[in-house]
């Protein structure tokens, strides 16, 4: 209820959480929401421009540009949703192991980090990619072998500011055991920050699912995806730029929400960061903020 609360108080954060539940439910309900079907050819149509029927035209085929907006949400978003989840899961149990226990465990699980994240993200998605094949769920698969990673050593450092906390302190020496002491003690405390990066990686992972699908290696024919939809209309950029229009600007429109979000969270989650923000106004970005804020406690 607090987070709500302080999270209503931006308006920025208000309208993209909006965009972000209302393009989820259009996405789950999709067969509701589109007014036909994403795949049904029509030649006579093709190339048309918006009418009652079809409020963005038609594309190549003759296909509804809307429902297919509508129905590309459910690999453009829900399903890097999933991906995000799995990523975020692995990297958290890992990342909890290393930063609390330390020792063996941290430098062990630190190591195999170091080498996932020595690569670059693309390249190693493209190897993944090229030993399973093209397709959206070869992607996916991609993309959570390679994102644990650095979750994992983002919530590693998070969690290793509490670990050693006098109360933690405290719970260790009474006899409570490490798992309570982790579930009770440092995934609330820890919670505020791995909903942050989450929501900040939700949009680079969005754009890159696109950018693949844009290159071919994503989804396939005729399934609507928002990446290939833009490359389906390169070919006739020129001479009707507006097909390109309405895919672009749903990656962008949903990216954009995603990353007001997460600012927005971090106020929100983070109380001193909420004061500093109302009693100064400063227009400095989040990110230098908290720099700003680590010095002081430093």
Known sequence: MRILKNLSKDKI????LLIIVV??????????FAPSAPNEVNMSLR???PSWEYLLGNDH?????LSRIIYGIRPSVLWVFVVLLISVLIGAILGFLAGYFRGKVDAVIMRICDTMLSFPGYVMALAIIGVLGVGLENILIAFALIKWAWFARVIR???MQY?????VKFSKASGISDIKIICKHI??????DIAVISSGSIGSMILQISGFSFLGLGIQAPNAEWGMMLNEAREVMFTRPELMLAPGLAIVIVVSAFNFLSDSLQVALDPKLVKSKSKHKSNLPLSKIKVQEQEVAN
Request: contains cysteine.
């Open 13 to 16: 954060g208000t309208i993209s």
């Open 23 to 32: 393009t989820v439910i259009v996405g789950i309900f999709a067969p509701l």
């Open 163 to 167: 670990a050693q906390l006098d109360y």
């Open 187 to 192: 995934v609330p405390v820890t919670f505020s």
């Open 61 to 65: 085929l003759g296909r509804c540009i």
């Open 47 to 49: 190339y048309a421009s």
């Open 157 to 159: 450092t998070s969690v």
